[in-house]
């Protein structure tokens, strides 16, 4: 079992930046590919990027250049540096993990999921 907390979620204004963080517990954290994902009110729960065991990553089109992921095994930590943030990014953020050394942009690859931060972008 591997357990995952996102924390750093908050109210930022449009064109302001926000670091989020994901600890995991539990397996190797290194062996786990890991997934941002979010979720807007009344819509699907979509990804945002991803990073393999080696630190590749894999981004949607609407945050390539704004968004950037990275890992620290060390410290068993995903992060998600979001920058010039815009209203459309209000959503619920989730962490994801998966035993691979792939990254994956589907929801059902992933194995463990958080229970989410709140983002908010005000206009």
């Known amino acids: 079992q591997v357990q995952l907390v996102e924390s750093g979620g908050g109210l930022v204004q449009a064109g302001g930046s926000l670091r989020l963080s994901c600890a995991a517990s539990g397996r190797t954290f290194s062996n786990y590919a890991m997934g941002w994902f979010r979720q807007a009110p009344g819509k699907e729960r979509e990804f945002v990027a991803g990073?393999?065991?080696?630190?590749?990553?894999d981004y949607a089109d609407s945050v390539k250049g704004r968004f950037s992921i990275s890992r620290d095994n060390a410290k068993n930590t995903v992060y998600l540096q979001m920058n010039s943030l815009k209203p459309e990014d209000t959503a619920v953020y989730y962490c994801a993990a998966r035993a691979s050394v792939y990254t994956f942009r589907l929801l059902t690859e992933y194995d463990y999921w958080g229970p989410g931060t709140q983002v908010t972008v005000s206009s």
């Open positions: 990073i393999n065991y080696g630190g590749n990553t």
